[in-house]
C-alpha cells in the first residue's frame, strides 16, 4: 500500500516554522500537535510554566484547572502571571487562560476554577492526549493517577522543592503507575515545603520543560525516546539523576490491581492545608453552587467585602475567606483546619 504523502514544511504556520524543523516534529508532528488535547492540572508554578511551553508549541486544545488565585507571592516563580493579576486576585485559571489567549489565539484554551475531586477528575482528563501535573499534593497526585490509570491516559507526573526538583512519564499499562514508585500517601507533615525550604524559580522552569518534553514526545507518538524512569535534579548542588529500573510492582493496588482507592473515595479532604501560605481551603465535600453576587450582598454586614464573577472576598479581623461558586473556600490568617472549619460554617454555612 502507498504511504500518503509526508506533509511539506512550506505548510507549516511561520510561528512553528523552528520548531517542525527539529528532526522529531516536522510538518507531520507539528499537524499531530495542533490536533491534541493536553489537560493541565493546577495552574500554579510548575503548570503555569508548563501551559506557556503548550500555548508557544501550538498544541490546539488546553484544559487547565485550578482551586486558587493569584498572589504577589506566586509572581517569583509562576510564569504566567503579573502583577495586575495580583492585584485582582484573580483565579489562577482565569489568569492563566488570558495569558495563553495573549501567546497564541490559535490554542482553543478551556479555564476551570475547580478543585480536582474524585467526581469530576474523569470528566476533566477524559479524552486528553496527555495529562500534566501541576498539583503541590500527592493526595490530588494519588488522584490523578487512578483516574489515568483507570481510563489508559498518559500522564506526566513533577515536583518541585527548594532547588530539587523531580518528573516522570507514567504510561498506563505499560509503565510503572504512581503508587510503584511511591506506594504511600507522603505525610502531611513532610520535612520539606515550599513554606519552610522555598522554591527556585529555576527548578521549577527545568521540571515544567522535562515535563513538556515528556508530554510531546508522547503526543507525537515517539515513545522510544521517553526517559524510561524517574528524573531527578539539583541545580545548587550540580547532581542530576535518571533513576531507571523501576518494575511495575506485583501488588500495586491501582495498576495492577485495578482498584482505584482515590476515586472510590466520596470526596477528598474536607480541608486542606495549602502549600507556601498561612492558609487552609475548605470544601463542603458535596456538590454546591453558590450565588455569589447574593452571598457578597449576605455577608456586607460582616467585614470588608469584594465580589467579582469568579470569587467573594470576605477580610474579617485577621482572617480572609475567598469563597468561589463551587462552595470552596480558602481561609487566610491561619493553619488550623478546625479555626477554618468554624469561620466557613459562620460565614458561608453550606
Not at 508532528?29 to 489537560?39: N, S
Not at 497564541?104 to 480536582?116: E, G, M, R, W
Not at 473515595?265 to 455569589?292: F, M
Request: charged letters at 20%; a neutral charge; proline letters at 5%.
Amino acid at each position: 500500500m502507498d504511504q500518503p504523502p509526508t506533509p511539506s514544511l512550506a505548510a507549516v504556520p511561520e510561528r512553528y516554522s523552528r520548531q517542525a524543523r527539529f528532526w522529531a516534529v516536522g510538518a507531520a508532528g507539528q499537524a499531530r500537535l495542533g490536533a491534541a488535547r493536553v489537560a493541565v492540572i493546577g495552574c500554579g508554578a510548575l503548570g503555569a510554566a508548563a501551559i506557556d511551553l503548550l500555548a508557544r508549541a501550538g498544541v490546539g486544545r488546553l484544559v487547565i484547572v485550578d482551586r486558587d488565585y493569584v498572589e504577589l507571592s506566586n509572581l517569583q516563580r509562576q510564569v504566567l502571571y503579573d502583577e495586575a493579576d495580583a492585584a485582582a486576585r484573580l483565579p489562577k485559571a482565569v489568569a492563566a487562560a488570558n495569558a495563553v489567549r495573549r501567546i497564541n489565539s490559535l490554542v482553543d484554551v478551556q479555564p476551570l476554577i475547580a478543585d480536582v475531586t474524585p467526581s469530576n477528575v474523569e470528566e476533566i482528563v477524559r479524552g486528553a492526549g496527555v495529562v500534566i501535573d501541576g498539583t503541590d499534593n500527592f493526595e490530588t497526585r494519588y488522584l490523578v493517577n487512578d483516574a489515568c490509570v483507570k481510563l489508559g491516559i498518559p500522564w506526566v507526573y513533577g515536583g518541585a522543592i527548594g532547588s530539587t526538583g523531580m518528573a516522570m512519564a507514567i504510561l498506563p499499562g505499560e509503565t510503572p503507575c504512581l503508587r510503584c514508585v511511591f506506594p504511600d500517601v507522603q505525610p502531611a507533615a513532610a520535612p520539606a515545603t515550599c513554606e519552610t525550604a522555598g522554591v527556585l524559580g529555576a527548578i521549577v522552569t527545568m521540571v515544567a520543560a522535562m515535563q513538556w518534553t515528556e508530554a510531546v514526545k508522547i503526543l507525537l507518538g515517539d515513545r522510544q525516546h521517553l526517559a524510561q524512569g524517574l528524573a531527578t535534579f539539583d541545580l545548587w548542588s550540580n547532581h542530576f539523576m535518571l533513576v531507571s529500573g523501576f518494575p511495575r510492582q506485583a501488588d500495586c493496588p491501582c495498576c495492577v490491581g485495578r482498584r482505584f482507592d482515590y476515586l472510590a473515595a466520596r470526596a477528598t479532604s474536607q480541608t486542606t492545608t495549602l502549600c507556601g501560605r498561612e492558609a487552609v481551603q475548605v470544601s463542603p465535600g458535596r456538590p454546591v453552587q453558590l450565588d455569589l453576587a447574593e452571598l457578597g450582598r449576605r455577608l456586607q454586614e460582616a467585614g470588608s467585602v469584594t465580589t467579582s464573577p469568579y470569587l467573594v472576598r470576605l477580610a474579617v479581623g485577621t482572617h480572609e475567606l475567598t469563597v468561589f461558586a463551587d462552595g470552596r473556600a480558602i481561609v487566610k490568617g491561619t493553619s488550623d483546619p478546625g479555626v477554618a472549619r468554624s469561620l466557613y460554617a459562620r460565614y458561608v454555612g453550606t
